[in-house]
């Protein structure tokens, strides 16, 4: 098959064993139609839509627009015209489930299965039943293998920089007319997508209403220290423009500076518990897309289900219009209605057999809910086992795990957002805490706690406190703070391959925090962490033993990644 060709047969290759698509595609990848090279016809970033959208996002925005389009414009292949009320897919540790409870969804017409700008992109693209609703590596992987026609791929954000794509797989840019000018292999062009799933989210430094004419001001400044794909050195995507102008920081008088960081897709699954929130002391918040639980994205940085699908659809789908509000009713109330969970484990093992597993059970618990310790009783039953049950020995391990992630407890330190920030020369107060105390939502596993993002260390933040370094795969900023505030434990100078939530509220004790994820269907969507780091879940679990001295043993440690495999 040509790369770049509009005369690709579909291929009906089937491949659910793989988790490719998953319940809504049966092929590897399938070409429905294809558009000739994309339409000359340019915008002025002064017309972009903007109004009425999140602080981060004009700029954001704009770098998007900027970027250049495919070669050739392909819709999403592979959908089928029904998505089933139940399905059950392969992963790597048995099968997942995924349930609507109202019923099968038809596909056409659908927002969420529709191209809604001009690259080719639709929500179900990065969004995918058969990886919980997020991508799996495998998943991208084996698409990548099919021909970069498939719209993931899009220079927008796929690649490591929308620079680094050869230009005879681009098109002009809805903005500006730009082009890539890579020159190497596109496997390395795409290495960021293709070995840890990320993608690009391009966010401005000072973004009104920040600055000196308001409240606030950015607490921080950064010093981009090492760049291996070249975004956060480059003028055309390390600054904010309109129309050829650099928007000028109120703070430093500079052009507003871009940074570009790369985060793995979350899960619009399960989103019930996702809007549900307890803003301290209260109860928990009104789960629908209009409330504002501060736990959307990993930064936090939308306020509702409504806003994210609007200016996901803008940027990512790089679309010169906004969805009409009949196509954003649409798309949430898709993801409302989808519940993901793992249905299947190793060797055939049913965990719903005298559990509590899978996805139908869980659409039926109530969100907002918080017994602390106990965030999961599923498979309480399996402790001690009937005699006659099979797989007794992988089902006490789930048993135990679950237990394990209950109520063994360990010294939770040093970690924004839910330790208090230290008075200077004092220690920093310790919480005696579980895996539970973080996610602690009952049945989902995110955090029951309004604006839930904590700096754990994910990104290299803190390599003094038993965390990783930044890693050489990404580019590393180093954080340097204003007089008279500090980066929370760190001091007033921090380096980091993502400052997180910081970059949203130009706070220096922000950085570094990223929100609470729910942690069913796990096993469906590899890597894990913000930053794909983890490319397992015993990598996961190793983070946490060795970040917080938890001193968990060999089989403690088989137990728990049991367990969460089985979420």
Not at 200 to 210: D, E, F, G, K, Q
Not at 512 to 534: E, I
Request: with cysteine.
């Amino acid at each position: 098959m040509k790369q770049g060709s509009c005369e690709a047969p579909l291929i009906l290759t089937v491949a659910r064993s793989l988790g490719i698509c998953g319940g809504i595609a049966i092929a590897v990848y399938g070409l429905t139609s294809c558009a000739s090279a994309p339409s000359a016809t340019q915008v002025k970033a002064q017309d972009l839509p903007t109004a009425s959208t999140p602080a981060y996002f004009p700029a954001h925005y704009r770098q998007f627009m900027r970027s250049p389009l495919p070669a050739k414009i392909y819709t999403q292949g592979g959908i089928s015209a029904t998505i089933p009320q139940f399905e059950e897919d392969a992963d790597a540790q048995g099968k997942i489930g995924s349930y609507q409870p109202g019923g099968p969804t038809a596909t056409a017409g659908n927002a969420f299965f529709q191209s809604l700008g001009t690259n080719g992109r639709a929500c179900v693209t990065c969004h995918q039943p058969a990886s919980g609703m997020s991508i799996s590596l495998g998943n991208i992987n084996a698409r990548f293998r099919q021909g970069i026609q498939d719209p993931l791929f899009a220079p927008v954000d796929g690649p490591t920089c929308p620079k680094n794509v050869p230009a005879a797989y681009t098109g002009p840019s809805p903005v500006g007319g730009y082009r890539g000018r890579g020159s190497g292999e596109l496997a390395d062009a795409y290495k960021t997508l293709l070995q840890r799933g990320l993608i690009r989210i391009p966010l401005p430094l000072n973004a009104p209403p920040r600055g000196p004419k308001s409240a606030e001001t950015t607490e921080f400044t950064i010093e981009v220290v090492s760049d291996p794909y070249g975004c956060n050195t480059d003028p055309r995507f390390n600054q904010d423009e309109v129309d050829g102008q650099p928007v000028i920081d109120p703070d430093t008088g500079k052009p507003v500076q871009v940074i570009s960081v790369y985060r793995r897709p979350r899960i619009p699954s399960n989103l019930s518990f996702a809007t549900t929130a307890f803003a301290l002391p209260g109860p928990p918040t009104n789960p629908n897309p209009a409330v504002a639980s501060g736990n959307l994205m990993w930064d936090g940085r939308e306020p509702n289900l409504d806003s994210q699908a609007r200016d996901a659809t803008l940027g990512h789908a790089q679309a010169l219009t906004p969805p009409t509000p009949a196509q954003i009713q649409q798309i949430v109330a898709f993801e409302r209605g989808f519940f993901s969970a793992q249905y299947e484990g190793p060797h055939g093992l049913s965990l719903t057999d005298l559990a509590l597993g899978g996805p139908v059970v869980l659409s039926g618990e109530p969100a907002g809910q918080h017994t602390p310790p106990t965030t999961f009783a599923l498979y309480e039953a399996w402790a001690t086992p009937a005699p006659s049950l099979t797989n007794k020995a992988s089902r006490e391990s789930i048993a135990r795990g679950e237990q394990i992630f209950n109520t063994k407890t360990f010294q939770i330190t040093n970690d924004a957002g839910i330790n208090a920030l230290p008075v200077t020369g004092q220690p920093s107060k310790p919480l005696q805490g579980t895996c539970s105390t973080c996610h602690s939502e009952k049945f989902a596993g995110n955090s029951i706690i309004i604006n839930a993002q904590q700096d754990q260390g994910i990104g290299g933040t803190s390599p003094e406190f038993g965390g990783p370094t930044p890693s050489t795969f990404l580019p590393i900023f180093k954080i340097t703070c204003k007089s008279g505030v500090t980066v929370g434990f760190h001091g007033s100078t921090i380096e980091t391959n993502d400052p997180g939530l910081a970059l949203i509220t130009g706070k220096c004790a922000d950085v570094g925090k990223f929100t609470v994820p729910q942690l069913r269907a796990l096993a469906a969507h590899a890597p894990y962490f913000s930053d794909g780091s983890a490319a397992d879940l015993l990598q996961v679990v190793n983070f946490y033993d060795k970040r917080f001295q938890i001193q968990l043993t060999d089989q403690q440690k088989t137990d728990l990644v049991n367990f969460l495999n089985a979420l």
